[in-house]
């Protein structure tokens, strides 16, 4: 991923076009397709759209080529509307479903975005090009931003990471995961780029000698220079440095990183990079000996061949590719990478971090040396398997590289030593062994060559001074690895990814929770972590039972060990729990399998054992530790920490199996190391705040723009993005601010929120409730509202449904609007033609008339006429003039605007002018001022200089005064001689009175050697009879008395024996603590001797303490004199006293020291049982341990001898010097005290004076010792403190150091006051020190006075307690002679008890049987429990199965919710429509009512025309007539012109009027004709309207019809459906019932069963009380016991509210019988050895058949007691079945059945005391035990070891079982909250049938009520449609009429008289002038004028 060309725009790949996002048309088609994804082989899912669905499955169509296909609806996921699209946050996603996510992730890929939000992931897919997304600009465009205000971007991850560390003060973390070629490694490189920038302190130097990173072409990298300083220069060059020696090239990837990193980056509290650290995981050391095809070892061998010079390889010994064995593919090139450059780069950057020339080629002769390594050919002899090296010329080249010898690198390789017992055995190694031990070397060799690079550069990165406030770490390491086959690493790997993801889930739901606390929303947290925490119990659990790391480390010491038995150790132990699986078929490939978070895995355990031990050559190993090479020899430094191929072999040879015990303390794992270091890990994140980076590769053939769904899939599987999906599922993942969703679906609720203001949430509260959804899915918080997911998809399509409605609605209005406007406009050009003709007829007429001809030409000449053009020419002047006006008015407001802006400015200058004069006067105020403090401090400098002066000379008036003081103590040392002179007397006179003691010591030395030996036989005896007292009853009866009577004798005896040790002890620790005390008192007396100099400046004072000391001695010398007179008087009483204060205070010393005894011997026995394990493997082990303990037990008693004779010495020397001794020290301790006191009080001089000279430096030290519980805030504030010190004090400089000393000297006074005399400026401190140390002394001498009169009082004190002591000594003396005869009885009765035991040895014969038949009976217990796993199992799997289709049952009921809460918005809305149906019909029917009304006037008007019509016609006949006539007349009177002519003018004037006529009646017939055409017109209009009106009825009809019967459709198909659910719903409730039944029938099965459980458990409970009795004798003495007991108690009591103690005490007795089943075990093979080693010891002494019988006794108790337990074991089992059931009727029993379980706990924990006390005596008793019984001794340890190792095992399997039983009793409380759940879930099932039964009801009742409201309409339609066709008939009829009208008309000619058609014209006139005003106007106006026009005519 590395910069482009600068050409590109960068925002292209990290920005999305949001025009393309929001794009209607795409939102439309996803509303009206119904689009979803169905699954898809090639592409993963694809899109489809729903057609119909057919039961469980549905019918869709692709879109891509729309095939149709039937799917599954189970199959089917949700689409996101597109207003998701290329979204950044995933976790935006409405619908989470995998389809989606891969959808976003392909589309932003193909978009060229590679980085994507999921909630807190950030994922990122590898795009394989370089893009210019990783400039400098980019980085500074990120800087300082949030994260949510820039597109995703590993920047923005780092930064956001940068900013809470500055601002929380928290640390953080980035943890990088991911594939093999994902991009981890280089996004890790762009955080640390982005770091370095961002946080360097040296911005100001650009350094381009850095050389860039060397281009991957594979993965994205930048490579632009930016400036850094030296620290951030060498954290980037550090990366070059591990890439070349740790990344490799693979398959899938140029430059894999072939381990894992976590770097952690520091930080000061300003920001700035003070250091680095880098830690390293699981290197994968064995591609440095073999690679796979086409792949290539780690880069540095390849980087070293090509480019080291001549002198280099000669020096390195290098070769050509093809000669090294080890490069398995000889020379891989990788596409444009230049290996010589790499090496270049590479030292270059070992340069920078400061590597040496010589650490360089130091380094690089390991790594040709690891090359050479593979070039050592063995061969096979050929008469035996014996290895040999034909050519060592490898091997000289090896060990010159490595400066060893060759002839002991050959000898330790083919013919190494290994040591069997104390000897050395060269054992000859075969050529496989050989090959092996080569190959683990040269991997060894270079692992630890890598760990050492990593170590020095971590040394290079924390070199700084600077202390890190903060850091950040970044974690690079390998994702989750599912391969066919999986080994340890995958397992490691896998494992670290189950802790990751477990620290994601925790984190993410954190912080869900706190986003939830924060809004307020009630909601049950769920630890989601905790869901993998059983597979990671399954990996990495201790114990109870071991996981697979532990179990593999156990395995790792056993010698016989084999994967096999790993394996099959592990199926046992782990084979039931749930996330482990075995193998189904014996032939299958994998060993077993793992159910981890991202899927099942199967694992292959070939050479797991090898791998967890690493084993090497120690021989080899040893001779690298020597080598001359100092690099070499610190590689190999811990070499005794290795684990040799010799304890390799072991495994399969047992002859040198005792080899595994060498090192057993130094032996440590690969699994436990990186356990640790994991353990580390997650510690140091846990401690963080993480950031999630998962990186994704698109496909494997490494191509740009491809992206393989299949792999992005399992990969995101792997990387936990679904898995954090799944969680983000159960919460309320959709959230949106108040006031965007009132914006976006306010829509749905348009009447909800009234007018006026309104808060958010109470609107959004409104909202939802009128959008009546499921208060599950929902939450409302204080200012988000929470959704669960999938909701807003469903809004969406509601709001995407009701804008279509709208924009439908508002589409329809806008064509109706444009319709009438332009039908309007059609009417009005209609009217204006007619306008226009009759003008143009009109113009037609007048334009020859002479009278018009003459007005046109008048007209112009006319003023009048001019009016209209003066007024516009007036017009146009007025506005020009408004026009200037408007200017100039806006030209004074701009320039009163300019004026005021600049008034407004002059007043701010002028008040900025006064401002600078106030400034002014203010700042030479603070000149002045400053001045002034300037003098003072040059006066108050002067002044110190004149203190330092005077100091100076007081120090040297100190410094003569010094030496007087010395010669004063020399007086008084002289003084103290001579009182330890007389001291010395006083221990003469001591020894003489000692020596008497001396025959009484001895006496009782043999007394107690005697009891000793005696008490601890007897104490065997009595421990291992009382040990398993339930058997013998009878015996411990009669016992009784005697044990208490032996109790009391042991403790004495224990006590004479121990006192022994004590003294020694004590012996030791006094010579320690003398040796400690005389070391502090030459100390004390040098810092004495000190303070002494110092006094001399105090001289007045002294004088007068001198004259006190002179009266203190004189009455220390009184006090002399009266101690002597005491001493004589003491003499007679200190021979008994000096024996019983030593005993006094030993017995004291023992009771401190009591616990730490037991926790050393608790210690030692825990060591020994190791030992004894280790040595019990093998007989080889056994033999070497015999010989061993022979060994140690002569030197035992050598040394036992020895120490009883100087012992005896020592003790007269301790008695002799003890009291001496004591008081000495006793003085020296209170001296030594009271001058800590005085060097206490010194310090808090020092520190108040301190305090007097830097107040910030007291305060800087209160913080730190208050920065305990809050280090790293006060740290912080400390730092800044300490930075404003230093800048605004910087004159004072020296005084800072001083202060930080005097700190440091607080610590160490010595140097402080060293250091103090060197510095003049501490005078005044000395000085006051030297003053309290005076008092000091004078408070000395006083305590000494009083010393001497309290000794006098402790003289007293010591003969009251010497009486006393003498009181004791007598009561012992009586009670020890009590005790030699109750011994002499006990001894009687051990003899009667031997006996016995000889008699029970003949019973383990029938015990033996008894034993093979319980082994049957365990067996087939056994059988049954499995088969009851099985069964378990199968009920899991039908719960588990029953669990999912409740939750689908839940889902859709639900989705029945919502369709119901649909379905009754959807009644409303027909209701409303059935409303707005019935309006419209009633509108309809008015409108038909009018329209008949107007037809009937339309009917009368046309009725009236075609009248007035006729009589026009008949009048128009009669004109014609008449003229006619008048034509006739005319031809008469021109005929008879003669007789006219007198008459012409007449004639003529005739004429003209007769013309004029003719021309009216011409008129008038045109405009008769006009009006005919103007009413044919209006009928033709109103046909029209009438056929439009029609048409557009039935279309409203059919429309009303076709939705009634869609309603009805969708009725009777939301009626089916919902009966189809019902049918499902009683068939899953059928089902429900049978499993139900089936559940109930298994029931009474494990009630069954629990009932013989809980026989068995009474009949236990009997023997446990029986036990409880046998053991109230000894709960009695045990007086301290019973303090314990009753907090136990107490917690019992507490416990009893809760089911947890009965599983408690089943564990027990399973823990019980599975000890007494090893002990059983162990016993039989201590009696068959013991039978074999007494026909083998004949000549054995009584001794010996005393140990036998004691031992045989022992053997069949422990049988008596197994076969005892094996039977309450078979009642238990049963009892446990029956338990689980009868838990309600149990819980009245608990409280006694605890009591009695208590009870028998501490039975057992005192069982287990008298074990180990055995164990001690034991041991003892190998010490005094006679040398011919050495032997014996050792097997019975050993069997005894063997014994608690099996116990141990039985542990463990009981354990297990006990596990089971929890399980199955959880299990069938779940079963039982299961049935309740069903039948809660039935009665709601009920309920919910019912109101669905009463809902149809309702519907059903709604179809016949739309049916009949359907009829009704159809009838009212038909109606309509008869009154439709009747008007048609009377139009047709109008027609008719008017076309006879018509012909008619034309038929009459002129036949009326003058009168008449002039009346006929004035009517015909102003019915035209009607007509002439509008065309709709042809009413009853019009026709009243013709009718009165015809009247009148008539």
Sequence with gaps: MAQRSHHEDPERYLFVDRALVYNPATQADWTAKKLVWVPSERHGFEAASIQEERGDEVMVELIENGKKALVNKDDIQKMNPPKFSKVEDMAELTCLNEASVLHNLKDRYYSGLIYTYSGLFCVVINPYKNLPIYAEQIIDMYRGKKRHEMPPHIYAISESAYRSMLQDREDQSILCTGESGAGKTENTKKVIQYLAHVASSHKGRKDHNIPLESPKPVKHQSGTSMLYGELERQLLQANPILESFGNAKTVKNDNSSRFGKFIRINFDVTGYIVGANIETYLLEKSRAIRQAKEERTFHIFYQ?????????????????????????????????????????????????????????????????????????????????DQASMPDNTAAQKLCHLLGMNVMEF?????????????????????????????????????????????????????????????????????????????????????????????????????????????????????????????????????????????????????????????????????????????????????????????????????????????????????????????????????????????????????????AYKTKKGMFRTVGQLYKESLAKLMATLRNTNPNFVRCIIPNHEKRAGKLDPHLVLDQLRCNGVLEGIRICRQGFPNRIVFQEFRQRYEILTPNSIPKGFMDGKQACERMIHSLELDSNLFRIGQSKIFFRAGVLAHLEEERDLKITDIIILFQAVCRGYLARKAFLRKQQQLSALKVLQRNCAAYLKLRHWQWWRLFTKVKPLLQVTRQEEELLSKEDELTKVKEKHVKVEADLTAMARKNQQIIEEKNILAEQLQAETELFVEAEEMRVRLANKKQELEEILHDLEARVEEEEERNQQMQNEKKKMQQHIQDLEEQLDEEEGARQKLQLEKVTAEAKIKKVEEEILMLEDQNSKLSKEKKLYEDRLSEFASQLAEEEEKAKSLSKVKNKQEMMITDLEERLKKEEKTRQELEKSKRKLDGETTDLQDQIAELQQQIEELKIQLVKKEEELQAALARGDEEIVQKNNAIKLIRELQVQISELQEDLESEKGARNKADKQKRDLSEELEALKTELEDTLDTTAAQQELRSKREQEVAELKKAIEEETKAHEVQIQDIRQRHSTALEELSEQLEQAKRHKGNLEKSKQGLENDNKEMAGEVKSLQHA?????????????????????????????????????????????????????????????????????????????????????LNLSSRIRQLEEEKNNLQEQQEEDEELKKSLEKQLAILQIQLTDAKKKVDEDVTTIDGLEEAKRKLLKDVEALTQRFEEKTVAFDKMEKTKNRLQQELDDLLVDLDHQRQIVSNLEKKQKKFDQMLAEEKNISARYAEERDRAEAEAREKETKTLLLTRALDEALEAKEELERHNKQLRAEMEDLMSSKDDVGKNVHELEKSKRALEQQVDEMRTQLEELEDELQATEDA???????????????????????????????????????????????????????????????????????????????????????????????????????????????????????????????????????????????????????????????????????????????????????????????????????KTTMQVETLNSELASERSTGQKSENARQQLERQNKELKAKLQELEGSVKSKFKSTISALESKIAQLEEQLEQEAKERATANKLVRRTEKKLKEVYMQIEDERRHADQYKEQVEKSNSRMKQLKRQLEEAEEESTRANAARRKLQRELDDTTETAEAMNREVNTLKSRLRRTGPGLTFTTSRAGRRALQLEGTALELSDDDVDSKGGGDVNESVNQAQ
């Excluded at 690891?370 to 050929?382: D, W, Y």
């Excluded at 039935?1594 to 429309?1599: E, I, P």
């Excluded at 046998?1670 to 089911?1699: G, H, P, T, W």
Aim: aromatic letters at 6%.
């Design 410 to 658: 050959t000898r330790a390789i083919l013919t190494p030593r290994i040591k069997v017992g104390r000897d050395y055995v060269q054992k000859a190694q075969t050529k496989e062994q050989a090959d092996f031990a080569i190959e683990a070397l040269a991997k060894a060799t270079y692992e630890r060559l890598f760990r050492w690079l990593v170590h020095r550069i971590n040394k290079a990165l924390d070199r700084t001074k600077r202390q890190g406030a903060s850091f950040i770490g970044i974690l690079d390491i390998a994702g989750f690895e599912i391969f066919e086959l999986n080994s340890f690493e995958q397992l490691c790997i896998n494992y670290t990814n189950e802790k990751l993801q477990q620290l994601f889930n925790h984190t993410m739901f954190i912080l869900e929770q706190e986003e939830y606390q924060r809004e307020g929303i009630e909601w049950n947290f769920i630890d989601f972590g905790l869901d993998l925490q059983p597979c990671i119990d399954l990996i990495e659990r201790p114990a109870n039972p071991p996981g697979v790391l532990a179990l593999l480390d156990e395995e790792c010491w056993f010698p016989k060990a084999t994967d096999k038995t790993f394996v099959e150790k592990l199926s046992q132990e782990q084979g039931t729990h749930s996330k482990f699986q075995k193998p189904r078929q014996l032939k299958d490939k994998a060993d077993f399998c793992i159910i981890h978070y991202a899927g099942k895995v199967d694992y292959k355990a070939d050479e797991w054992l090898l791998k967890n031990m690493d084993p090497l050559n120690d021989n080899v190993a040893t001779l690298l530790h020597q080598s001359l090479d100092k690099f070499v020899a610190e590689l190999w430094k811990d070499v005794d920490r290795i684990v040799g191929l010799d304890q390799v072999a072991g495994m399969n040879e047992t002859a040198f199996g005792a």
């Design 1579 to 1777: 009928k033709l209009r109103l046909e029209v309207n009438m056929q439009a009106m029609k048409a557009q009825f039935d279309r409203d009809l059919q429309a009303r019809d076709e939705q009634n019967e869609e309603k009805k459709r969708m009725l009777v198909k939301q009626v089916r459906e919902l009966e189809a659910e019902l049918e499902d719903e009683r068939k899953q409730r059928a089902q429900a019932v049978a499993m139900r039944k089936k559940l109930e029938m298994d029931l009474k099965d494990l009630e069954a069963q629990i009932e013989a459980s809980n026989k068995s458990r009474d009949e236990a409970i009997k023997q446990l009380r029986r036990l409880q009795a046998q053991m109230k004798d000894y709960q009695r003495e045990l007086e301290e016991a019973r303090v314990s007991r009753d907090e136990i108690f107490a917690q019992s009591k507490e416990n009893e509210k809760k089911l947890k103690s009965l599983e408690a005490e089943i564990l027990q007795l399973h823990e019980e019988l599975a000890a007494s089943e090893r002990t059983r075990r162990h016993a039989e093979q201590e009696r068959d050895e013991l039978a074999d080693e007494i026909a083998n010891s004949t000549s054995g002494k009584s001794a010996l058949l005393d140990e036998k019988r004691r031992l045989e006794a022992r053997i069949v108790q422990l049988e008596e007691e197994l076969e005892e337990e094996q039977s309450n074991m078979e009642l238990l089992n049963d009892r446990f079945r």
């Design 304 to 384: 070293l061949l090509c480019g080291a010079g001549e002198h280099l390889k000669s020096d390195l010994l290098l070769e050509g590719f093809n000669n090294y064995r080890f490069l398995s593919n000889g020379y891989v090139p990788i596409p444009g990478q230049q290996e010589k450059d790499n090496f270049q780069e590479t030292m270059e950057a070992m340069h920078i971090m400061g590597f040496s020339h010589e650490e360089i080629l130091s380094m690089l002769k390991v790594a040709s040396s690891a090359l050479q390594f593979g070039n050592i050919v063995f061969k096979k002899e050929r008469n035996t």
């Design 1264 to 1348: 730190k010792a208050e920065s305990e519980h809050k280090r790293k805030k006060l740290e912080s504030h400390v730092q800044e403190l300490q930075l404003k010190f230093v800048e605004s004090e910087k004159a004072k400089a020296e005084f800072s150091d001083k202060s930080h000393k005097l700190q440091n000297e607080l610590d160490n006074v010595s140097g402080l006051l060293e250091e103090a005399e060197k510095k003049a400026v501490k005078l005044t401190k000395d000085t006051a020190n030297l003053e309290s140390a005076l008092q000091d002394a004078q408070e000395l001498l006083q305590e000494e006075t009083r010393q001497k």
